[in-house]
Each structure stands twice: as C-alpha cells, then as structure tokens.
C-alpha cells in the first residue's frame, strides 16, 4: 500500500511517491537538469524573461506557418502561463502571417454550474485567449472562428476537432500537482485506493470533466485570483491524454510561477528516467516520443535547501 498524501487524504499526488523518488529530486542542482535530456525529451534553459516568452510565442508562429489548404495545421495552448499571447499576435501582424488555415486549440475551462465558464466569467480562459491575442491579430489576418476549438462541458465537437487539422505542438505549464492542462491526480477510491491506477488506464482519458485536487484550487486562487479561493470553481473541463498524444510535440514552460523549484525538478526526473506514475500526472509524458521541457533560468533556483522566511 502507498502512504497517504500529506495534503489531501482522499486523493492521490506526488506526496505517496516513495521516498527515494522525492529525495533524489531534491538533490539535482540546475546544472544538473540538462543532462537529463534523452532521445525524445529535450531540456532547454532559458538566461532572460524576453527570452523564455518570445520562444514561447514563436512555437505558435512555428507550428501555423506549416499550416496549407490541404493540409491545416495548428497549436493546442494554455492559459498559465499568458504573457506569450500578446507576443504571439504582435509576431502575426508583423510578419503578416495569414492564418486562415491554421487552428487553435485551447487546453482547457473552467466549469460553472454545470457548463463550461462564459466568456464574462472573470477566470474564464476562452476570453483570455482572445482578449490578449486573438482579437489584437489585424481582421484580414485572423482565422477563421470555426478554427478556434475551445473546450465544452459536452466535449463531442472539441474532441471531434481534432480530426480536421494536424496539431504540430501542445504547450502547456506545469501545476503545483504536478498535471498539464487539468489533468490532475485522481481520488483515492475503489478499485485503486491502495495503489493509484496504471499509467495505461490513465492514458485513455479523453478530454472530460474533472475535479480538481486542493492543491489546483489553491494554487489559481493563489496565480490568478488574488487568493480569493471561495471564487475558484472545483471543476474544470480539460484536455485529455488521447488528445495530447495526438500531438508530434509536447512543449513545456516552466517559468516558476506556477510550480515551486522543487517540482520542476520532480517531473524532469521522472520523464527522464521514464518513472510514469498517476499520481504525477506530468511524468506520463515519459511515454511521448516528442517532449521538450523549457525553463526560466531564476524560476529554478539553484539548489533545494532549507530557507527560513
């Protein structure tokens, strides 16, 4: 039997590991992540902000300009972290880049009595991703709106959107819980209270409606919603693994905001040595043949050590 998470009893997260998992991630030093890479997961370190935000933006550029009539192309992209979005539309107007063959899938939304969060909602991701970069792209520039997938409460047109155009990369963060999108660690229930469920059980999820964990409400509350936590819904609609697969590339950005140094280093340790554990739900992507994890150079620190505050 696994032990019990130390922060959330009835589900399963990062804190039933075995110890020596934990204890070997808290060892690696910054230097030490790079030679984690492998074939197949690839570890960039990024020196400036402008820097870490602009090579966010251009994946976007990157994966539309493959985008042709008979064969539209696309990016799935996150809300966590934003500052890319206004680079991406800034880069479309410059290089006027047509984008009526491309797509745009959002990873994720919130979910509010029921239904997938409206765009007034003021978490909402959907309103988000056009206010900071869809609606600053020039008219006669934009996608078509039909090529805009956000996802729904009833998921059958977003999951079905993924058959109409090839998605060259899927961004996304890394949450405190240590998921992409919404995919976080499940309950600790029947049949899988002693042990959490099997990464191939995990890995045919599809995108659905979830519970978050504690540590998800927390932590937006904490990143987007001033600490309000009573503002912060308790579900959420996400992307699922079927989907993320699905994509020739799995990018990354880590820019310490949204997981703490320890983390970053957690999931580089698992998806390099290829430790796939649904309580980590990031380390599934050890079984992705394309994944690149990007960092922010001060998001890391250097070492993990006991630092009163």
Known sequence: MRPVSKVAPGW??????????????????AADLPGLSRP???IRLYDTVEDFYLAEALEYITAWRQAT??????????????????LVARLVNELELDL????????????????EAPVDFPLSFARADMELCFNRIRPELRMPPENIHFP?????????????????????????????????????????????????VYRRLTTRVVDLHPMTIIQNARTSGGGVVQNVPSQAISVGPVETWKAEKVSIWHAGMHDNPF????????????????SVPMSLLADHPNVQFNFLRAGLGTTISADMH
């Open 263 to 278: 983390g970053m280093r957690l999931t580089t340790l698992m998806i390099a040595r290829r430790l796939a554990d649904t």
């Open 40 to 42: 197949g997961f690839t």
């Open 100 to 115: 009526r063959y491309c797509h745009f899938w959002g990873m994720d939304e919130w979910v509010v009595d029921g239904k």
């Open 152 to 200: 729904a409460a009833d998921p059958t047109a977003y999951i079905a959107s993924w058959e109409t155009a090839r998605c060259v990369v899927m961004q996304g963060g890394q949450g405190e819980v240590k998921h992409w999108a919404f995919n976080d660690p499940p309950r600790r229930e029947p049949p899988y209270t002693d042990f959490p469920p099997p990464p191939e």
């Open 69 to 86: 009539p008979d064969r539209p192309a696309g990016i799935c992209g996150p809300i966590g972290p934003t500052e890319q979005l206004p």
């Open 12 to 29: 399963w997260d990062y804190t039933t590991l075995d110890r020596e998992i934990l204890d070997d991630a808290a060892r690696l030093t």
